[in-house]
């Protein structure tokens, strides 16, 4: 068996990671990879969570004794060739804590890791994707998203420590190209995906020309995900 747990590095809220996952599952499903979904912020009950995008995402309480378990129950189900989870802002230390007495036993079981952290212009943003990688070290595979509709990532790229970092750890790092503040806005109050909205009737996208928006923004990170896809897809599917 060979399954592919893809998660989000939480720690820094508000810098982009549903938007993260919510474009991936798009990109999955556009290439007709199965996955499962979690949705793990449970502090976010409404707009802006994984689950208000797509309603079939597991809503979970990772706080819970048994509560991460479920990344191994639909990892492994035959119908699955990845699970997608979004971790909440303050979810850091619960999935590390997790992650420390269960990963001996996934690996036994062909299931792997890869770790997506988000960068913005917030340090908040770098200092959680550094003390990730103190704690997982080698054991998953990296993702880097610089995501550039949460602000400019100039001082990620000029960061010495960063710098260091991609040479220890060697994360493969893609960018999430600007977005229209207000358009992005509108997107996560009613839960639509890109291609969702661009089939939407709200008057914000029902112009020929913010679908063809909407077609270029789909375009542009679909294509950043095809650019690492030799670690987005398991050898299963």
Known sequence: MSKLVVFTMGGKGGVGKTAIMTSLAEYYQSNNIPIGMVDCDTENGKSGCLNHFFPEANKI??????????????????????????????????????????????????????????????????DTVFTWTEFLQKNVKYLIVKNQFQGDTTLWDNSHSAEKLKKIFTPDIITMPTRIPKWQTELENHGLTLSRAMESKLPMFS??????????????????????????????A
């Open 207 to 236: 112009k020929i020309s913010a679908r063809c928006r909407l077609h270029m923004w789909r375009k542009q990170i679909f294509s950043e995900f095809d650019k690492v896809k030799d670690i987005l897809i398991p050898a299963s």
């Open 61 to 126: 309480n990772i706080r819970e004794p048994d509560g991460l378990d479920i990344f191994i129950d639909i990892a492994s189900e035959n119908d699955k060739d990845v699970l997608i989870a979004d971790l909440g802002a303050g979810s850091g230390v619960d999935l590390i804590n997790w992650f420390r007495v269960m990963y001996p036993i996934c690996v036994e079981y062909g299931i792997e890791f890869l770790a997506i952290g988000s960068i913005t212009a917030n340090p908040g943003s770098i």
